[in-house]
């Protein structure tokens, strides 16, 4: 199936989603850490925490962060539970290097490494993870449904998904309020701090297509994991997705 995120490129140029999405983090990895904070109002390190404690029961010990970027959410993941092994996979070598100076200086190389990965075609064999989590970054795949076909493929039997994305939210003011928020906020302290304004006119036209919510269960669903739930947090700014295998 065809989701309209799919067709929106960060530059309005020809090329593959996949290559520009590369080239966008690549130039904004610099300043993406200090960006996302502030633009969340750090309400992110909350959301991630609680996702990471959904999977606590489980206790994971090989784990998998898709689209990890600067490898924030990886970092926190093996804090809080301890795993033997975190592999954080992203197409940005640029975003990747930033989490590997974070990884290094943290004390944390034996358990968390990196690797260049095509979500669409990932190379680690079946069943291979406990876990595999994305936060932020599934709405810059390039193909939905084969993205969510990979991850299930590499988690055994049992094993659990979790994805946190921010949402468009659905109620009366905060859908108002994050409409203007997204369409000015955004792109002006993106230009600013980043010095690429189609990174952060590009993000908002991503969140607004995204499947949410129902949609996004159905997909999940189609990928093939079972028990999948959603939970909307903050107002609706962000949706929180888990699912078992």
């Not at 260049?116 to 939905?144: K, P, Q």
Request: aromatic share 10%.
């Amino acid at each position: 199936m065809n989701y309209p995120q799919e067709h929106i490129k960060p530059y309005n140029s020809d090329g593959e989603k996949r290559v520009q999405v590369e080239q966008m983090f690549d130039n904004i990895a610099p300043a993406y850490d200090k960006l996302n904070h502030t633009l969340s109002l750090g309400i992110d390190k909350s959301w991630r925490k609680k996702a990471i404690k959904w999977l606590r029961p489980y206790a994971p010990k090989q784990m998998m962060d898709v689209a990890t970027g600067t490898g924030d959410f990886a970092i926190l993941a093996c804090k809080m539970l301890q795993p033997d092994e975190l592999i954080g996979t992203d197409i940005s070598e640029g975003m990747m290097n930033v989490g590997r100076q974070k990884v290094k200086t943290e004390g944390l190389e034996q358990q968390i490494s990196f690797a260049r990965e095509d979500c669409t075609n990932l190379s680690f064999s079946n069943d291979r993870f406990d876990a595999v989590t994305v936060a932020f970054g599934i709405r810059n795949f390039a193909d939905l449904d084969k993205g969510l076909s990979e991850m299930c493929r590499v988690i055994r039997p049992g094993g659990h998904l979790v994805i946190l994305e921010l949402t468009t939210p659905e109620q009366f003011p905060m859908k108002q309020l994050f409409g203007i928020y997204s369409k000015v906020v955004i792109p002006t302290l993106g230009k600013l701090l980043s010095k690429d304004q189609s990174a952060y006119t590009y993000l908002p036209e991503t969140i607004k297509a995204f499947p949410q919510g129902k949609v996004m269960k159905q997909a999940l669903e189609k990928a093939g994991f079972q028990t999948v739930n959603f939970k909307r947090l903050t107002f609706g700014i962000c949706t929180l997705y888990t699912a078992t295998k």
